[in-house]
């Protein structure tokens, strides 16, 4: 086990073919190494809600220019990640007006104001962008952000087996 104080990041790129790139995406701590899974994920909700939408594809590594703990955002950067809905536990809506605090233990109110209000900030950004560059010769443009999904569908997309 690693006591080193550090946290480093260590990304290893193993280009296979010309196309195919395979990462593996490494955080040393004190507690040794945690692994973040680079592939796309597949968010369900929890095993006794009937969805009644599609499930979510979560491409992880697409998220790595972020902080770890701007999703994880109770990690102290060393122990095991804890899953979401270890704590966003709750299965039944909860309305925010009602319950300022708790509301947002209602899982599906975690995921949607992380991830969906992310890309609609994005989204923000992006529309003011297009605004600036309206008129303006292609040269002087301004490049649009990478952004994620904002539409219903664009998330809920894993079409079930
Ligand atoms: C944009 C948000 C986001 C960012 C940034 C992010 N993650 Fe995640 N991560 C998630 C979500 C969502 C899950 C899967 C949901 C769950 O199981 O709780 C997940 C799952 C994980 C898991 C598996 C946890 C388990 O349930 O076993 C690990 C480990 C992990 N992430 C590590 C990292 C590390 C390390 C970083 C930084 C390099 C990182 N993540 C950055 C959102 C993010
Ligand atoms: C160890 C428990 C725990 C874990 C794990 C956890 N959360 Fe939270 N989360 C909380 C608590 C408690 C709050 C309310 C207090 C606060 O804002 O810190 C909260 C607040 C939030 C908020 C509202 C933040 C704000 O600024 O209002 C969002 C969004 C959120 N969590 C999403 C997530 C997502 C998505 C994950 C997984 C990637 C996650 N949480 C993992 C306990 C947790
Ligand atoms: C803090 C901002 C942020 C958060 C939080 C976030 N995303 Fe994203 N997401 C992005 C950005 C930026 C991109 C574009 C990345 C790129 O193209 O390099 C992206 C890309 C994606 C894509 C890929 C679209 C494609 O073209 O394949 C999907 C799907 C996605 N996000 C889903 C999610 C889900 C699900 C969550 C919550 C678990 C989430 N995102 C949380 C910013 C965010
Ligand atoms: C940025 C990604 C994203 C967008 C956009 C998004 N969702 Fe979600 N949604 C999630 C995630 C992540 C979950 C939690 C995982 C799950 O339940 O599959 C979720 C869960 C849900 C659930 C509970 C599970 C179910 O299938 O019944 C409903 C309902 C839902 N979303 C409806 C919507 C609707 C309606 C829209 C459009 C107005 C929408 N979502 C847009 C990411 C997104």
């Not at 086990?1 to 946290?7: A, E, I, P, Q």
């Not at 899982?107 to 303006?136: P, V």
Request: with cysteine; proline share 4%; hydrophobic share 35%.
């Amino acid at each position: 086990m690693k006591k080193s104080r550090l946290l480093m990041i260590t990304v290893v790129l193993l280009l296979v073919s010309g196309l195919a790139v395979h990462a593996e995406y490494r955080v040393e701590s004190d507690e040794g190494e945690i692994c973040a899974p680079v592939q796309t994920m597949i968010l369900t909700p929890p095993e006794d809600v009937e969805a009644k939408f599609a499930d979510v594809r979560f491409p992880h590594a697409d998220h790595f220019s972020y902080s770890c703990m701007e999703c994880h955002h109770m990690w102290d950067g060393y122990s095991d990640i804890n899953a979401c809905m270890d704590c966003h536990d709750a299965t039944e809506y909860i309305s925010r007006k009602e319950a300022k605090e708790d509301y947002i233990m209602y899982y599906q109110s975690a995921y949607h104001a992380l991830c969906r209000d992310c890309h609609a900030e994005i989204g923000r950004k992006n529309t003011d962008i297009k605004k600036e560059n309206k008129g303006k010769p292609d040269k002087d443009k301004v490049a649009l952000l990478p952004n994620g999904p904002k539409s219903c569908n664009g998330c809920h997309s894993v079409k079930a087996e």
